[in-house]
Every structure is written in C-alpha cells, then in structure tokens.
C-alpha cells in the first residue's frame, strides 16, 4: 500500500491552493486562561463548504484525468465530505453521485443539493451505505471518491496544517478530530514531517472510541452504535488511515459528551464563531486531560474542522 | 452644544488603537448573491467585550484625567455598553458601577461581573435606570458614562468606519443599527467626512422605530414599550446623536422581527459566525428592502456591532 508523504500534501496544496480559501488562525486569551496553554484554531469552519473536506475532495477531483472522472464521482458521507465532493465535482463540471444516511442533518442534506449533488438516501448503517454506493456506481459509472481511505484525500486534507505550520511557529501539539482517519492522517504526516518533535494528538468522543481501541489493539475495531452529539465522528478507521496512525504511534484522547458540549460552547461564546460539535471534540480533551495540556505543552494547534451545524437542534439548553 | 467631528474619531483611534482589535472584515458569497450587492462586513462580534461598545468606552476612560475618574465611573446599559466600560475601567485600574435592568441577557450580566464591574439592578424601564444610577453616582462619586449620549463614547465608535473605509475601497454605503444612536451617529461623522457622496443608513426593527420617527418629525420620540428580539436596540436617541443625525439627514430603514431572524440564520450559517440579533438588523433592511438595495447599490458596508448571545434562548426554532 503506497501511503501519502509530505511531497504529496505540498504538491496537493499546490493543486488547490487557488480554489480553497486560506483560513485564518484565530486565538482567545479567555480560552487560553482556562486552558493554561496558548491555543491556535485553525478555523476550516471558514473553509468552502463550511469544512476541512473541500481540501481533500477537491485534490481528488484535480487529480484525476479527464477519462477518469468522466462519468462523474461519488461517495457516502455523513454530510461535509458529501457537500465538499458535490462542490468540487461541479467546479470541474462533473456530476457528483452522494449517498447519504436519512438520519444526516437537514443543513447537510441541503448544502449537497445546493452544490448540485444527487442524493441517493440509504439507512444510516456502514452496509446500507456500502451497497447502496455500489448500487449507484454500478448504474453511472462514476468514479467512488471514499471520504478518507483514499490517499489523495488524505493529502488534501493534510494541507490545513501545512497552513497552520507556516502560520505558527513554535507549535509543540496539534490535535485534529478523528472519525474516519482522513484529517488525522493528513495532519499527522504533515506535522511529524516539518516539525519531527512535535506531537499529533487525535480527539475522539468517549462514546465512538473505536479509533483509540483500534490503536491499542493493533486492528480496526468498527465503531458499533456509537452515540454522541459529534456526528462527523461516527465512522471508524479505514486500512490506510489505519496504517498511517499506527505506523506514526499516534495518539488518541478522548472527551465526555458534556466536555464536548462545553468546549463547543466556549467557542461559540467566547470567540463568536460557530464550530460543529466534531470540531469542539479538540478543544474538549484539553478540558478534560487539562493537566496533561498544561504540563506538557505550551503551544497548540487545534484545527476547528468544521461549522455546519443544524440551528434548529442546538445542544445548549442541555448542559449549563 | 459641541458635536464631535472627523478629528475627535481619528484622535479617539489614536487614543484607543493599542487596546482595541483591530477587527477583520469578511465577505460571504452566498449572501452577495442572495442580497444582489456585495458586502463588506467589519465584524465587531469580534471585538474585545464582544461588541463594539469597548471602542466608545475606552476612548472616554482614557480620555479622562487622573482627577475625574478618581471615583470610578458609572453607567446603565442593556448589557455590552456596561461590559466595555468595566473592561476599560479595570484596564485604568478604577472601579465601575453598572446599574443594569434585571431582565438582560444572563450572558451579559456574567460578562459584566467577569470584568469586575459592581452591578446595581433596577427595573426594566429607563425612569428605574435613571433614578438608580442618580444614587449609584451620588454615593461613589463615580463619573457618568452615557452609553451613547457621549462626545467621546461618539466619536470612540466611529473608529470602527474608520477601519472599515480603510480598509475597503470604494463603499457607496454603510449600515449601522440604530438603538440610542452611538454607532449610527460615529459612523455618519466618519463616513461623511472621508468619503461625502456614501450613503449612511440606519437599521432599525420595525418593532422599535422610535429613531425613524424622531427623524421625520424632527423631535426625540421616546420608545415605548419596544417588543424585538433586537435587545440591543431599545434605548431612544438622546439630544447629541438626535442633533447629529438630524443635521446630516441621516435615512433610517426598519425590518421586521423575521427579517431579523433571517439575517441572524443567514449570518450564523453562511458566514459561520455569532452575530447578536441586534446586529443582524443590518443585514434584515437589505432583505427587506431587496429592490432599493440592488438598484442603488453595489458596495455595502455593515457593521456587525455584536455577537454577544445567550445560547439557553436563541430564535431559530421560531423562524424557519
């Protein structure tokens, strides 16, 4: 299996370097008090489509020749990776086939469509996608981009910290959310590259830990039944996400859902941006492994991978 | 009476420039599109306090000498005034005194408190605030701070069209919301003086429209029972902002309460930030007045004056 380096990751921010925005990085001292480190989010939220996910699916669609994608692409996502894909598709002028569980929320559904993508509904279970998707690719021939067990969307999306590395001298930690494994891995290959001394740190919800037992025991545990408000987090590692972060000894931490809902809301009310519970899952393992932050880093970078939220379903009321 | 001018905003940025973000400007497509025109929004949700007020009430405290602010300084306000004021009274190392009605935001008052302002409530009527704070300054000797009826609060929240104007070319409008006027009379001295053939358009809920009013009948009509989410927005204009926006003809255009809420969404989902509903005003009258807009218009500016929330009551589940 041939896995992305950082040449990949530069030539594939080259790549797309023009059709992505360059998001800012953000800090607040409020934060940082509570934190006791210095905090830099970088904020894909900002990002085209609202996510990290463009960088990665747009590097995909580049790539390819036009042979390749001429019967257009498709997918299953949970949402951002279906929005981004359906975005980059029609940039190139290519149809984007999305399968997508009934259960995702009503703004992803929308942006998918607004974007051009055809939907194709499934249950919201890892078989239902996989046979719908085959069904679809079967019928268009269009060319299955996965959402991150695929090394150009793995590069891709390792681009968001080639940014904050530039940006930000001196970091000594950088934590990314993981569900699939895609911007983990982008994220771990790029970091240890350019700053070998600098530690990677995945963040997972307690309660979809799959990717931190997988780690532990050396093989993909599938994320049974999980249940947490971080709804991009729901999918396990792929082969090639898999073998990246064992291969680098990454390591994961996890947060509590009430941790996760405090950091989202920390976020949301201190730096008056809007960031998806996936997302806030970073700031939440400082909250809940604290001392560890404050004892053994000083600068860390967090990527805020995301801000599609459904307004209509907030979780504040839940906890104060 | 003495009206502020072009040179007390450029002396008040001088003043204020160190301790003041200088805060950024965003654009969103998606709303370009969907409003006709392009905007240029200077996001002052960003702003330290998380509003604009800090501007206006920082330029006075620090415009003050040892001697008047020995006893500290007091002011009433619906909430972010009284945050800014204990901010850069604390930063000035004297006491704030915050007489604030018992029914604001649960946030705002926190926020007062985190800054380590002393409050006194009162009850929710502008007779209540008067008369408390009449004894709050009576027993400390504190300084009165007029949240908006201010030469020096005035011309502190120009500063932020001055960034704007600096910062974005060729603007043939700026909207500030109008509540007792502060911004709205900054922004048209500012706006006026650099650039004399731009339009300045106040916003206004049709729900509390006392300034429109006061405008075309040429004499202060108080707000009586003002009913908008825009809680920012309540407060009548006092005689320097009504003597300034009357002596520049200032227009004044209203949106409704859905329009607010569909500016606010707009806001929170497209652009991925956290603006108060009295913010989202600015954008409301561009929605309601689509037509005037796109005809006259092709370079906007709005200030976003805040974004300062309480996340337990948002209104998005009651407008679609």
Not at 19 to 24: E, F, G, S
Not at 185 to 202: E, M, Q, R
Request: proline letters at 5%; a neutral charge.
């Amino acid at each position: 299996m041939e896995l992305p380096d950082i040449h990949d990751i530069e030539q594939a921010h080259e790549r797309i370097r023009k059709v992505i925005h360059r998001t800012p990085v953000m800090t607040c001292r409020g934060i940082d008090s509570i934190c006791g480190v210095s905090i830099f989010f970088k904020c894909e939220n900002f990002q085209k489509v609202g996510a990290f996910k463009f960088r990665g699916a747009s590097n995909a669609v580049l790539s390819m020749k036009n042979e390749e994608i001429a019967g257009g692409v498709a997918t299953h996502s949970s949402g951002n990776h279906a929005a981004a894909l359906a975005l980059a598709a029609s940039q190139r002028g290519v149809p984007s086939y999305i399968v997508m569980p009934r259960t995702a929320p009503a703004i992803k559904k929308a942006a998918v469509e607004a974007y051009g993508g055809i939907i194709t509904f499934c249950e919201p279970t890892l078989e239902a996608r996989e046979s719908t998707l085959n069904q679809v690719v079967e019928q268009t021939g269009a060319a299955f981009i996965h959402p991150y067990n695929n090394p150009l969307v793995i590069a891709g999306q390792g681009t968001a910290s080639l940014e904050l590395l530039q940006d930000v001298p001196g970091l000594d930690a950088v934590i990314a959310p993981v569900g699939g494994g895609g911007l983990l891995s982008g994220t771990t290959i790029c970091a240890k590259s350019l700053k070998p001394d600098i530690h990677v740190i995945g963040a997972e919800p307690a309660m979809a830990d799959d990717a931190m037992r997988s780690l532990r025991e050396g093989r993909i545990i599938p994320s049974l039944n999980p249940s947490t408000i971080a709804d991009g987090l729901l999918t396990s590692l792929g082969s090639i996400t898999f073998a990246i972060l064992s291969s680098h000894n990454t390591t994961i931490l996890t947060a509590s859902e009430e941790n996760i809902v405090r950091a989202m809301r920390l976020i949301w009310e201190r730096m008056k941006i809007i960031a998806e519970p996936s997302s806030a899952v970073a700031l939440a393992i400082i909250l809940e492994h604290s001392r560890y932050f404050r004892e053994n880093f000083s600068r860390v970078g967090i990527i805020i991978s995301g801000g599609n939220v459904d307004l209509q379903n907030l979780p504040f009321p839940l906890v104060k």
